[in-house]
């Protein structure tokens, strides 16, 4: 069982920046591929981005590609969102999730999530 915190969030103007920081217990290191996704009010659950169990790789969604970046700190057992030049549209509730089979952009495979961190942007 894995369990994960989400922490960072809160209010930003436009263009402003913000760094999400998702603790897991346990051991996070080579056994998860960690998420990062976002629920507008209204809105479905989409993703944001994914990092690969060493580090290495990432994958995001076209809407934040450029602007944000995920990194992970294994031996801290914590995943990170950074978070640049926000827009309106960027305000939800950003959630971590830990996947054990791999790289995923699909909300249903991803194991364990966290309780999310609301971000709000102004214009």
């Known amino acids: 069982q894995v369990q994960l915190v989400e922490s960072g969030g809160g209010l930003v103007q436009a263009g402003g920046s913000l760094r999400l920081s998702c603790a897991a217990s346990?051991?996070?290191?080579?056994?998860?591929?960690m998420g990062w996704f976002r629920q507008a009010p209204g809105k479905e659950r989409e993703f944001v981005g994914c990092?690969?169990?060493?580090?290495?790789?990432?994958n995001y969604a076209d809407s934040v590609k450029g602007r944000f970046t995920i990194s992970r700190d294994n031996a801290k057992n914590t995943v990170y969102l950074q978070m640049n030049s926000l827009k309106p549209e960027d305000t939800a509730v950003y959630y971590c999730?830990?996947?054990?089979?791999?790289?995923?952009?699909?909300?249903?495979?991803?194991?364990?999530w966290g309780q999310g961190t609301q971000v709000t942007v102004s214009s």
């Open positions: 999730a830990a996947n054990r089979e791999g790289y995923s952009n699909y909300v249903a495979e991803y194991d364990y």
């Open positions: 346990g051991r996070m290191s080579s056994t998860y591929v």
């Open positions: 990092i690969s169990r060493s580090g290495g790789s990432t």
